[in-house]
């Protein structure tokens, strides 16, 4: 089946310093990327999607200059959190759906624990 | 707009017993309808999906799910609960379409009991 990396799994930072995750499509080519995020004992909030070599799409009330998500192939999507506080740490999980892999489904990456001190 | 509706927030199977967790959910068009699992600060796993056809669909681990167009639901089963199908389980809808957006339920904890 087709597998999803992220990483890293957990960091720590300090309150103000600014985090990048990756997100990886190791078997297929990823032409549209999404990131949500989890907050405890809740469903998944998508943030925005990303279309390879395109602007990312964000979800209402995330703030894109907050979030910057970069999809500059098809095999890699980052997400950086800039200026990271403490209200920011969540859990992080991306997906990734396009050729090469089952049409329709999105295949998730073990998702990132964001804690900022 | 779309929505999925999971209305057990957490349930509690014996192990051996059988499973069934409910979905409903309100979608203007035909439905693509997915299970996913996730365990404890692990990403999603995919159990299964339904996108046209037979209305009773196989997944992994011996899971199973039957879409009710009239009920508008797509409810998870499975005959026998092992103790390591503990975890959270989510109903989601979406569309083939150029990118596949989904609408997650706010998922259902399965604990199994010995």
């Known amino acids: 089946g087709a597998v999803v990396s992220q990483h890293p799994s957990r960091v720590i930072c300090k309150s103000g310093t600014s985090v990048k995750i990756e997100c990886r499509s190791l078997?297929?080519?990823?032409?549209?990327m999404f990131w949500y995020r989890q907050f405890p004992k809740k469903s998944l909030m998508l943030m925005a999607t990303?279309?390879?070599?395109?602007?990312?799409?964000?979800e209402q009330g995330v703030e894109k200059d907050k979030f910057l998500i970069n999809h500059a192939s098809l095999t890699l999507s980052t997400l950086t959190v800039t200026s990271a506080h403490p209200e920011d740490s969540s859990f992080y999980i991306c997906?990734?759906?396009?050729?090469?892999?089952?049409?329709?489904?999105?295949?998730f990456g073990a998702g990132t624990r964001l804690s900022v001190l | 707009a779309q929505s999925v509706t999971q209305p057990d927030i957490h349930i509690t199977v014996s192990e051996g017993a059988s499973l069934e967790l409910r979905c409903n959910y309100s979608y203007g068009a035909t439905p693509y309808l997915f299970w996913y699992v996730q365990s404890p600060g692990q990403g999603l796993q995919l159990l299964l999906k339904y996108f046209s056809g037979d209305t009773l669909v196989q997944g992994i681990k011996g899971f199973e799910a039957e879409f009710k167009r009239s009920q508008s639901s797509f409810n998870l089963r499975k005959p026998s609960v092992h103790w390591s199908d503990a975890a959270e389980y989510f109903c989601a809808v979406g569309a083939v379409s150029g990118y596949s957006t989904l609408t997650f339920g706010k998922g259902t904890m399965l604990l199994v009991s010995p």
């Open positions: 990303s279309n390879e070599g395109s602007k990312a799409t964000y």
């Open positions: 997906s990734a759906s396009g050729q090469g892999a089952s049409v329709g489904i999105q295949y």
């Open positions: 078997d297929f080519q990823a032409t549209t």
